[in-house]
């Protein structure tokens, strides 16, 4: 299982609008919509902000929205705030090998 | 309220073993799949293993298989993990996390997570 393919660091000002990318094959995020993202503060565990592609769990701000197209997955957070500070990680279902998951290497967002 | 309380962790010397355990509450344990995923220190989040809701199906990731055992005790509501054969490469925190998906399916969604317990192997 090769972990998905996340940049390393996107940044932002406050009020502005960002979009992670998350780079799977046909076996993950190509194939299954069960494609999700999390957000994990220093010393925190992580938070599930976003699943099956585009579904946000209760409690997480509309600010927050996923999408894919084809084998990419992306995350975008509009309106940036100082608290969206954090690591983000995208996951996916996998049938590569053998069944379960994967994660991606992990994005640093810095809100300048 | 949902809650996941991982235990069980410390400090081995390589080739040795662990269990880790994790306690859930708030809601009905053997409605639902369970993850652990690790993260060594200062890097990212790697999945480890699933198992279904009655445990019959588990799955593991290829750089734990044939060394880590999940299992789960639905009377005690408690997941595990065996952890035989430890390397230097398995040290990082251990997080326990459930599925978002009722029924037991697997979909390695995962909207609880514990703190995590922290597994460190150095001679």
């Known amino acids: 299982q090769s972990a998905l393919t996340q940049p390393a660091s996107v940044s932002g000002s406050p009020g502005q609008s960002i979009t992670i990318s998350c780079t799977g094959t046909?076996?993950?995020?190509?194939?299954?919509?069960?494609v999700s993202w999390y957000q994990q503060h220093p010393g925190k565990a992580p938070k599930l902000m976003i699943s099956?592609?585009?579904n946000r769990p209760s409690g997480v701000s509309n600010r927050f929205s996923g999408s894919k197209s084809g084998n990419t997955a992306s995350l975008t957070i509009s309106g940036l705030q100082a608290e969206d500070e954090a690591d983000y990680y995208c996951?996916?279902?996998?049938?590569?090998?053998?069944?379960?998951?994967?994660f991606g290497g992990g994005t640093k967002l810095t809100v300048l | 309220e949902v809650q996941l309380l991982e235990s069980g962790g410390g400090l081995v010397q390589p080739g040795g073993s662990l269990r880790l355990s994790c306690a859930a509450s708030?809601?009905?344990?053997?409605?639902?799949?369970m993850s652990w995923v690790r993260q060594a220190p200062g890097k990212g989040l790697e999945w480890v293993s699933v198992?279904?809701?009655?445990?019959?199906?588990?799955y593991y990731a290829d750089s734990v298989k044939g060394r880590f055992t999940i299992s789960r005790d639905n009377s005690k509501n408690t997941l595990y993990l065996q952890m035989n054969s430890l390397r230097a490469e398995d040290t990082a925190i251990y997080y326990c996390?459930?599925?978002?998906?009722?029924?037991?399916?697997?979909?390695?969604?995962?909207?609880?997570w514990g703190q995590g317990t922290l597994v460190t192997v150095s001679s």
């Open positions: 046909s076996s993950d995020v190509g194939a299954y919509n069960y």
């Open positions: 996951s996916s279902y996998t049938s590569s090998n053998t069944l379960g998951g994967v």
């Open positions: 708030g809601f009905t344990f053997s409605s639902y799949a």
């Open positions: 099956d592609v585009s």
């Open positions: 996390a459930k599925e978002i998906t009722f029924g037991g399916i697997i979909v390695i969604t995962l909207d609880y």
């Open positions: 198992i279904s809701g009655s445990g019959g199906s588990t």
